[in-house]
């Protein structure tokens, strides 16, 4: 940081920003005060034989101390600090003072330079210099303006109107000021511009003839009338708006061609045409034959392929509507001809009995249910082998027999375990040990 300090200064306060050694985002370091471990403060001024050292101090900001230290804002401005400078550091005697604050952990080194200066750059009204008046009309008050010189005009660009002075002693000295100049009025040079004035042609009044004699190193015609006999009358509001939409259209159509040509002509693809535009007529003599010309094609899709019948393509079966009924085991009439047939009868399920169509059944009545359930053969079908119908009707109807504080009920073969079950005993009671029905 380089500051312009007016020399012996006193009570200077300026803020400086403390970056943050340990990331490389370029943040401020917050946290620092007065008196953080190794935190210091040097200063060398010009003609110095070594630095001076500064004794940091606490400081309430906005509020000068000699060596003050003192964090701005650690939220909104994170890194801002306010220093105090020492008034010896910049006293007279001095051109210039140079600073470096350092040492704190994570502190970035802060270098500062100060010009000392002897005006005051901070001073509006006359930069702290005592030969400056502070107003300088006060030196005008005594000025005399030249004879006539208030009569001259002077435009934005810094012309005057002589005419205002004519005849007066200021219009004689510019007069002869110019024209005494022997090296612009020479007569040889008058006659030289002259003979070049005199080609001017003024057949409109205040307006001068002129033709093109050069075009393109080429002599060109006279050009005689309106340029828009010659060039034609714009189709826009003017010649230039015609030749914008041009160059338009053709930036347009650069931009829809490749940008390199292939083999010396241009590769490009066609995303539409017209119905009937392309004809048999357009393509080369057997170019479509050609397509088919070799001995196997591989089509990929096979939408909108119509086969005449009869043709004899190879894979395909010329059938005929019986030879597709009989193909996919239809009787007789067609299978649209038979689903409406089947879909016209009556299907009802009334009294045990369904009819679909022409066709009946009778379905079985609760009894009869009942009756094939008790009555079905026990043996038969699969056996779970848990707490089932089957295995508790086979305590009463199958043999059981008791051994050694155990039952054992078993299968319909009277042989085959089905499941067992611990007994308690009692003498008294009637001892049974095996029940063989």
């Given at each position: 940081m380089k500051l312009l300090v007016k020399k012996g200064k006193t009570s200077k306060m300026i803020e400086v920003f403390i970056q943050n050694s340990s990331v490389a985002t370029g943040a401020g370091l917050t946290g620092l005060v007065f008196n953080s471990a190794s935190l210091t403060w040097y200063y060398w001024r010009n003609g110095a034989g070594s630095a001076s050292s500064v004794t940091l101090a606490t400081m309430t900001l906005g509020t000068w101390a000699s060596g003050g230290f003192k964090e701005m804002d650690a939220t909104n401005?994170?890194?801002?600090?306010?220093?105090?400078?020492p008034d010896a550091a910049l006293a007279s005697g001095a051109d210039g003072v140079v600073?470096?604050?350092?040492?704190?952990?994570?502190?970035?080194?802060?270098?500062?330079?100060?010009?000392?200066?002897?005006?005051?750059?901070?001073?509006?009204?006359?930069?702290?210099?005592?030969?400056?008046?502070?107003?300088?009309?006060?030196?005008?008050?005594?000025?005399?303006?030249?004879?006539?010189?208030?009569?001259?005009?002077?435009?934005?660009?810094?012309?005057?109107?002589?005419?205002?002075i004519e005849g007066t002693d200021a219009t004689d000295q510019i007069r002869d000021s110019i024209l005494n100049d022997a090296t612009r009025f020479a007569?040889?040079?008058?006659?030289?511009?002259?003979?070049?004035?005199?080609?001017?042609?003024?057949?409109?009044?205040?307006?001068?003839?002129?033709?093109?004699?050069?075009?393109?190193?080429?002599?060109?015609?006279?050009?005689?009338?309106?340029?828009?006999?010659?060039?034609?009358?714009?189709?826009?509001?003017?010649?230039?708006?015609?030749?914008?939409?041009?160059?338009?259209?053709?930036?347009?159509?650069?931009?829809?061609?490749?940008?390199?040509?292939?083999?010396?002509?241009?590769?490009?693809?066609?995303?539409?045409?017209?119905?009937?535009?392309?004809?048999?007529?357009?393509?080369?003599?057997?170019?479509?034959?050609?397509?088919?010309?070799?001995?196997?094609?591989?089509?990929?899709?096979?939408?909108?392929?119509?086969?005449?019948?009869?043709?004899?393509?190879t894979g395909f079966n010329d059938l005929d509507a019986a030879g597709v009924r009989a193909a996919v085991g239809l009787a007789s009439a067609n299978l649209d001809t038979q689903l409406s047939s089947l879909a016209s009868g009556e299907t009802t399920i009334n009294n045990n009995v369904i009819a679909v169509g022409n066709a009946v059944a009778v379905l079985p009545t609760a009894v009869q249910n009942a009756d094939a359930l008790l009555d079905r053969n026990m043996a038969t079908g699969a056996d779970s082998g848990g707490?089932?119908?089957?295995?508790?009707?086979?305590?009463?109807?199958?043999?059981?027999?008791?051994?050694?504080?155990?039952?054992?009920?078993?299968?319909?073969?009277?042989?085959?375990?089905?499941?067992?079950?611990a007994l308690t005993t009692d003498a008294a009671a009637l001892p049974i040990t095996v029940v063989d029905p």
């Open positions: 401005m994170p890194g801002w600090y306010q220093l105090g400078i600073m470096m604050l350092k040492g704190a952990t994570n502190m970035a080194p802060v270098n500062l330079e100060i010009q000392l200066v002897d005006f005051d750059p901070q001073d509006a009204t006359s930069l702290g210099l005592s030969r400056l008046d502070a107003a300088i009309s006060s030196r005008m008050a005594t000025f005399t303006l030249p004879t006539n010189f208030s009569l001259l005009l002077i435009d934005g660009s810094g012309r005057t109107d002589v005419s205002k007569g040889a040079n008058v006659a030289s511009i002259k003979t070049q004035t005199d080609k001017f042609v003024f057949t409109v009044a205040n307006q001068v003839d002129s033709n093109v004699l050069d075009w393109k190193s080429a002599v060109a015609p006279a050009m005689t009338g309106d340029a828009f006999a010659r060039l034609g009358a714009p189709v826009g509001a003017s010649i230039s708006a015609d030749i914008a939409g041009v160059q338009a259209d053709t930036d347009n159509i650069q931009t829809r061609i490749p940008a390199a040509l292939v083999g010396g002509r241009m590769d490009s693809s066609i995303g539409a045409v017209v119905n009937g535009v392309i004809t048999a007529a357009s393509f080369a003599a057997n170019a479509l034959d050609a397509v088919w010309s070799t001995a196997t094609r591989l089509l990929t899709a096979g939408t909108n392929i119509v086969l005449a019948k009869g043709v004899g393509v707490r089932t119908v089957r295995n508790a009707l086979r305590l009463n109807r199958n043999k059981v027999a008791v051994a050694a504080g155990v039952m054992t009920v078993y299968k319909e073969d009277d042989a085959t375990s089905a499941w067992t079950a």
